[in-house]
């Protein structure tokens, strides 16, 4: 609101007028219901031990694991987007989103979709643990925030491939119970594949596009980006060559922001090949410019830990014997750097790498 000028006709702003503006400006802001602070969930970093209560099948290959305290606790809070880490009987540590209801304390919900080929971590999960298992879970994170308070989006874009659903499912359904616009497209291999659609069939259709690719065929980022109104926010959880899809047409698109999350390792971007030594067993790997060292190491050392393959939860840090590393995680500090390397997605920056592996 610009300030007229005052009695005497001077172009500084008038003191009434100035109250006035930001007595309007405060008014608008409590409609906006932007003063709403939800409260603010906290990384916890213990271990908690918690029980399966339940597990459902969701769709093919995907089944969902409720856990629960086993005295009934209640547990950390947590926000859509979040996801815990899970230590599974095998020492295997794998990150599953959170898709229950985050303003139910007494359980969480992940679900997860059994790979064949994967790490043997859902195949695990899957195979041995059911209700009466205990699981021992480190979180509430959240690197995949919905919503940040004070920054309402013109609009949400919700883009979910496959088991991706996972963390945008509470998020959709937040944004519905706040009355905020918002559009979900879901795609899947086919619908028989696609988790929680009775779920979503309780929120407004009218929101909802449900492409399973037998039907619809791979959707194009720039297909799906037509949805997003002018001033958008687009979150957007999927395959990787959905996610990559989506990125390159997101310039071109009307939405201001975009957000997304893998559940699978990025690509390899910039890399050059390089050799891996392993030192207790004297191996020398060769690792491909598209590749990671972890993929290489896995099939000489099977066991080898790893868990978010993106360099954020430090599982895979393995000691460095010699040899200059390329470090691109976001996890290790730099004195650990001086004689460690997260093996998913850091590389050589030239010559061989000796491990203690
Ligand atoms: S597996 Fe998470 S940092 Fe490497």
């Known amino acids: 609101m610009v300030a007229p000028p005052d009695l005497r006709g001077r172009q500084h702003p008038d003191r009434l007028f100035t109250l006035l503006g930001k007595l309007i400006a405060i008014l608008e802001w409590l409609a906006s219901g932007s003063y709403i602070r939800r409260p603010q969930a906290r990384p916890v970093d213990r271990d908690l031990q918690l029980v399966v209560d339940e597990v459902r099948v969701e ?49 969480y919900r992940i679900a997860v979709r059994r790979l064949a080929d994967g790490g043997g971590g859902s195949q695990e999960l899957h195979d041995s643990v059911g209700p009466g298992s205990i699981l021992t879970i480190r979180g509430p994170r959240n690197a995949f925030p919905y919503a940040p308070p004070f920054v309402p989006a013109a609009g949400y874009l919700f883009l979910a491939g ?85 990125r390159q047409a997101f310039p071109a698109s009307a939405a201001a922001a975009l957000q997304f ?3 699978t390792a990025p690509p390899v971007v910039d890399g050059e090949p390089f050799e891996i030594a392993l030192q207790r067993s004297g191996r020398v790997l060769t690792v491909p410019a598209e590749v990671s060292a972890l993929e290489v190491v896995r099939q000489a050392v099977p066991g080898v830990p790893y868990s978010c393959q993106q360099g954020f939860c430090g599982t895979c840090r ?32 030239g010559g061989r790498i000796v491990v203690d592996l």
């Open 59 to 107: 769709a093919a290959d995907a089944r969902s694991f409720r856990l629960v305290a086993a005295n009934g606790a209640e547990l950390p809070r947590w926000q859509p987007g979040s996801h815990l880490e899970v230590l599974l009987p095998s020492g295997r540590r794998r990150h599953y989103s959170l898709c229950g209801d985050p303003a139910d304390r007494r359980c």
């Open 261 to 263: 999350e893998r559940f």
């Open 318 to 349: 393995t000691r460095v014997l010699s040899g200059e590393v390329d470090h691109r995680d976001r996890v290790l500090t730099d004195q650990e750097r001086a004689d460690t390397m997260t093996i998913c997605v850091s590389r050589s920056r």
């Open 162 to 246: 496959g088991i991706g659903i996972t963390p945008v499912l509470p998020m959709v359904k937040q944004a519905a119970a706040d009355g905020a616009p918002w559009q979900l497209i879901y795609t899947g291999r086919s619908q028989a594949s696609m988790p929680f659609l009775e779920e979503l069939s309780a929120l407004d259709p009218d929101r909802i596009q449900i492409r399973p690719y037998d039907q619809h065929g791979f959707p194009a980022g720039a297909q799906l980006l037509e949805q997003a109104p002018p001033g958008a926010t687009v979150y957007c959880c999927g395959p990787a060559p959905m996610i990559a899809s989506v």
